[in-house]
């Protein structure tokens, strides 16, 4: 299967986006922690890749609305990879409405497993389309930022942005 990227900026980090043929959504990663072009040698791996803006516009339209705060949901194809522990996680992620959050615990009694939320976090944490699929929402049982692939200060910048705290507005 071959992907297509786009990179571009974002107001708090750079953005690597990959679509299938289709169009839906694969990956979204914030270059920072790792760079660029490891993000993009990564996508690689077993799979044919390119650079190619114009099959991710529509996706990169909606983020760079999410940033002007004219969108708080996306109405976009998404299509990642994981067990299916882990598209469950994922699925259950998208419900969590913009500016609020929701602990790991109560996330893991939402799907009938309370016993879970160390799960939950292994999912959550190894989220290929992060932003899209809100994986930044998720925080301790007593509301403290936890571990985010983006890191903590990203995390917090997102959900002050959600929660009316920030803006990118430039």
């Not at 169009?23 to 890749?49: I, M, P, W």
């Not at 803006?53 to 990642?80: I, K, N």
């Not at 985010?148 to 917090?156: E, M, Q, S, T, W």
Request: with cysteine; glycine share 10%.
């Amino acid at each position: 299967m071959t992907l297509y990227a786009d990179c571009f900026p974002s107001p708090v980090a750079e953005i690597v986006l990959a679509v299938d043929a289709r169009g839906a959504v694969k990956h979204l990663y914030f270059a920072g922690r790792t760079s660029r072009d490891e993000l993009l040698q990564n996508l690689a791996r077993g799979e044919a890749l390119e650079l190619d803006a114009a099959r991710c516009a529509p996706a990169r339209a909606q983020v760079e609305e999410y940033f002007q705060g004219r969108r708080t949901a996306f109405d976009l194809p998404l299509d990642a990879d994981g067990t299916p522990f882990q598209k469950e996680v994922w699925r259950a992620l998208l419900d969590i409405p913009f500016g609020e959050t929701e602990s790991y615990g109560a996330l893991a009694r939402r799907l009938g497993r309370p016993q879970a939320s160390r799960a939950v976090g292994r999912a959550n944490g190894t989220n290929p389309i992060s932003l899209l699929v809100p994986c930044h929402r998720v925080v301790g049982s007593d509301g403290s930022l936890t571990g985010y692939g983006g890191g903590l200060p990203l995390k917090r910048a997102l959900l002050d942005f959600e929660q009316g705290q920030a803006s990118f507005a430039r």
